[in-house]
């Protein structure tokens, strides 16, 4: 059964950081392409970073100098350190894979950013 559990959100003040993590259990982690998505109020879920099995990263614009995605495959843990916090980054943070083409996803963290 494959499992994503995120952990790490929490609320910041603009300008400051967090790092949201995400277990996964349950698949090979270490093949599987990971990404982080984010949905906020009234939007929807938008891509903000991916990275493969070779730690090719790929980010939206909106967050790219700001926010690094990482993974350990030792510890089937996938990070997204997030820097230079702006209240439009104020959403839910969810982790991503998808298997045999079907996506799955945890249950998300919420960041929120105040101004």
């Known amino acids: 059964q494959v499992q994503l559990v995120e952990t790490g959100g929490g609320l910041v003040q603009a300008g400051g950081s967090l790092r949201p993590s995400c277990a996964g259990s349950?698949?090979?982690?270490?093949?599987?392409?990971m990404g982080w998505y984010r949905q906020a109020p009234g939007k929807q879920r938008e891509l903000v970073a991916t990275i493969s099995t070779y730690n090719t990263k790929n980010c939206a614009d909106s967050v790219r100098g700001r926010f690094t995605i990482s993974r350990d495959n030792a510890k089937n843990m996938v990070y997204l350190q997030m820097n230079s916090l702006e209240p439009e980054d104020t959403a839910v943070y969810y982790c991503q894979t998808n298997i045999r083409g079907y996506d799955y996803w945890g249950q998300g963290t919420q960041v929120t950013v105040s101004s």
């Open positions: 349950g698949y090979i982690f270490s093949i599987s392409l």
